[in-house]
């Protein structure tokens, strides 16, 4: 049994009159399920990152008054601006209009021109890059786990070198295997997971700071954070305001993929009204975490807070919290990796698709059948394909281990554009707002501050890089 298309759903000419249309959407594809529901846990698992434990450095950096400031600031652009993503999921009506399937698809219905081929290498650019990056901060999470068993077996003080590599290898060899996950639709378990791993381990570490700061240890914090001439110089002080600025406006972004998420909904009720609801729960579930984790670690740490307060070692205790914390990081990073490359790998599987229609290496499917699971379809290019990347994503992972560094430069030349211009540009293109006039004039001032916090961040993150480049060692074990 094989089918002659790489997405069944593209052939709805093999579909005739009768029940079976029953099971099609408007545009002949297969019938969309996706909810609020799920795509809410698609937003958690790609915004609530492990950089939620990284916040209560970026609080220190800023202090009491600027960082839980910056922190409600982005969370209200990306709510806002989310929002006005979600209308141009259809076009030129958000009710009734064609379905856009990707991000690009919209700019070009909306926007068309050069702005297609920016917004084609911001995105996918930033998608190869988080996947990148995620594999590193993953291989972290699991070296964590057993150096905190080693911390715990043979004393705080001793060095307990652990190397990166096999754990890298590792989560590769777990993605290779998810990678073979068709598409979006079929996403929605593991993201709903990765969901409940994230709320987990945000806990445990909100948990932990509060015991710390009810154990009454005393440490520095200020209105202004981190003192100059105390904990940095000057000019460190400036760098490290601006990256942490950046970190926390990139820590909300999920533009990269909200489009491709809205594509798995339903469309009663309408779609756009499903993603907003969506949104205003993903973004206020992820803006209370992150408020909290941020203050309650920086209240716990104050202005020495760690990069990473789980994996950094501002606790040794209880080990087994640690390391069960630690793998729940795990487990949502090989969902959330997932999330951020099944958009990368439609869009390129479609592309040759398009390309080479009649290449059967290409297009066709075999049916296998999986005992428990019922018939999978196998698509060879589609195993090769994604099992390069996988591979590859890895030994660039392997190769740059400060890659973290990098991808905050990524994040710096994405957010902007994807974040904001775009959805701002797209919804005056449909709501055809006219020129100047207040709502235009307002929306273009919140265009160019963002496209100033970018250009900051980026020379925080160059800087950043600079730094980490002086100290490179390639394949280096982790101290």
């Keep these: 049994?094989?089918?002659?298309?790489?997405?069944?759903?593209?052939?709805?000419?093999?579909?005739?009159?009768?029940?079976?249309?029953?099971?099609?959407?408007?545009?002949?594809?297969?019938?969309?399920?996706?909810?609020?529901?799920?795509?809410?846990?698609?937003?958690?698992?790609?915004?609530?990152?492990?950089?939620?434990?990284?916040?209560?450095?970026?609080?220190?950096?800023?202090?009491?008054?600027?960082?839980?400031?910056?922190?409600?600031?982005?969370?209200?652009?990306?709510?806002?601006?989310?929002?006005?993503?979600?209308?141009?999921?259809?076009?030129?009506?958000?009710?009734?209009?064609?379905?856009?399937?990707?991000?690009?698809?919209?700019?070009?219905?909306?926007?068309g021109g050069r702005k297609v081929q920016l917004c084609g290498l911001a995105q996918y650019g930033n998608l190869v890059g988080v996947t990148i990056g995620y594999t590193i901060t993953a291989s972290i999470s699991m070296v964590a786990v057993e150096r905190s068993n080693c911390f715990h077996k043979h004393g705080h003080h001793v060095k307990c070198q652990t190397s990166n590599y096999p754990f890298m290898a590792i989560f590769a060899c777990i993605q290779i295997f998810l990678s073979q996950i068709p598409n979006f639709h079929k996403l929605s378990w593991l993201s709903i997971l990765a969901a409940i791993m994230s709320f987990t381990y945000a806990s445990i570490g909100l948990g932990l700071s509060i015991a710390k700061v009810a154990g009454g240890e005393h440490v520095r914090t200020s209105l202004t954070g981190v003192t100059v001439g105390v904990d940095v110089s000057g000019s460190e002080k400036v760098w490290r305001s601006f990256q942490a600025i950046g970190d926390i406006a990139f820590a909300y972004a999920y533009s990269t993929v909200l489009i491709e998420i809205q594509d798995t909904i339903k469309s009663s009720p309408p779609e756009n009204k499903s993603m907003k609801r969506a949104t205003s729960i993903g973004v206020s579930t992820t803006t209370f975490f992150y408020v909290l984790c941020g203050l309650v670690g920086y209240a716990a740490f104050g202005n020495d807070a760690p990069g990473n307060f789980l994996t950094g070692f501002g606790f040794y205790e209880p080990f087994w919290l640690i390391d069960f914390a630690n793998v729940c990081i795990a487990i949502h990073l090989i969902g959330a990796y997932q999330v951020f490359a099944q958009p990368l790998f439609g869009f390129v599987e479609g592309w040759c698709s398009r390309h080479w229609p009649d290449n059967k290496f290409i297009t066709r499917e075999?049916?296998?059948?999986?005992?428990?699971?019922?018939?999978?379809?196998?698509?060879?290019?589609?195993?090769?394909?994604?099992?390069?990347?996988?591979?590859?994503?890895?030994?660039?992972?392997?190769?740059?281990?400060?890659?973290?560094?990098?991808?905050?430069?990524?994040?710096?030349?994405?957010?902007?554009?994807?974040?904001?211009?775009?959805?701002?540009?797209?919804?005056?293109?449909?709501?055809?707002?006219?020129?100047?006039?207040?709502?235009?004039?307002?929306?273009?001032?919140?265009?160019?501050?963002?496209?100033?916090?970018?250009?900051?961040?980026?020379?925080?993150?160059?800087?950043?890089?600079?730094?980490?480049?002086?100290?490179?060692?390639?394949?280096?074990?982790?101290?």
């Design 366 to 479: 075999h049916a296998l059948d999986v005992p428990l699971y019922g018939v999978y379809y196998i698509n060879f290019f589609r195993l090769v394909w994604r099992t390069a990347y996988v591979i590859v994503t890895a030994v660039v992972a392997m190769i740059f281990p400060f890659f973290n560094d990098f991808l905050g430069l990524i994040g710096a030349g994405s957010f902007w554009p994807l974040t904001v211009y775009f959805p701002i540009e797209m919804h005056i293109a449909q709501t055809k707002i006219p020129k100047y006039s207040f709502r235009w004039m307002w929306l273009k001032i919140l265009s160019w501050v963002c496209l100033i916090v970018s250009l900051f961040a980026a020379a925080g993150s160059v800087q950043g890089l600079i730094q980490s480049l002086k100290t490179y060692k390639p394949f280096q074990t982790q101290e």
């Design 1 to 111: 049994m094989q089918k002659t298309s790489m997405f069944i759903e593209q052939n709805p000419g093999d579909y005739e009159n009768g029940d079976i249309c029953k099971n099609l959407d408007d545009d002949g594809r297969v019938k969309r399920t996706g909810t609020w529901l799920t795509s809410s846990a698609h937003i958690i698992t790609a915004v609530i990152g492990s950089g939620v434990l990284s916040l209560a450095w970026a609080i220190a950096q800023l202090g009491w008054v600027a960082g839980p400031a910056v922190l409600m600031a982005f969370s209200f652009i990306t709510y806002f601006t989310s929002t006005l993503l979600a209308d141009s999921y259809r076009a030129p009506d958000p009710v009734h209009g064609k379905r856009n399937y990707t991000y690009m698809d919209a700019v070009r219905a909306y926007l």
